[in-house]
C-alpha cells in the first residue's frame, strides 16, 4: 500500500511500486488528461508536477511518490495557473492540443518559481517539452503574459 496526495486528495493504492507513476494516473486512478508521448522523459507529455516540481510521470515509479503531492493537469489551480490557462486561450496557444496538459503543466511550476521569467528562463524550463506544431513563439509569449498578469 502506498499513501500520496494526487491534486488534493490523499490516495491509497496497491499496485507494483516500480508502476510508472503515469499509468497509476491514467489507468488505475483514470485522469487521462497526462498524455502518453514517448514513454522516455523526453516529449513532456506526461509531465506532472511532485511537491511543486515539473516531472516526466511515465519515468517515475509510483514507489518514489510516497508521502508526496501530485499535481497533474486536472488539478492545477490558484491565480499561477488560472494566468496560463488564460494566456494559452488568449494567444490561441494550441494546435492539436496533445503536448499542451505537460506544457501548461511545465509552465505553472516555472511561475510559481519565478514570477518574472526571461525568455532564456523560459527556453530552460520549457526545453524537455516537444510541440510537434512549433507553437514555442505563442507559449513563450503566453508565459509572459501570464507572468504580467501575475504583476497586475
Known sequence: ???FSLNGRK????????????????????LTGTKFGCGQALCGA???????????????QVKD??????????????KVAEAVQKAWVNLDVPQC??????????????????????????????SGNLCRCSTYPRIRAAIHQASQTLEG
Open 1 to 3: 500500500m502506498l499513501d
Open 11 to 30: 490516495q491509497t493504492v496497491d499496485v507494483d511500486g516500480e508502476m510508472p507513476l503515469l499509468w497509476l494516473i491514467r489507468d488505475t486512478i483514470g
Open 46 to 60: 506526461c509531465t506532472v508536477m511532485v511537491n511543486g516540481v515539473a516531472t516526466r510521470s511515465c519515468q517515475t
Open 65 to 78: 511518490v510516497a508521502g508526496a503531492e501530485v499535481t497533474t493537469i486536472e488539478g492545477v489551480s490558484g
Open 97 to 126: 492540443g496533445y503536448c499542451h496538459s505537460g506544457q501548461i503543466v511545465s509552465a505553472v511550476a516555472l511561475l510559481n518559481d519565478n514570477k518574472k521569467p526571461t525568455d532564456a528562463d523560459i527556453d530552460a524550463a520549457m
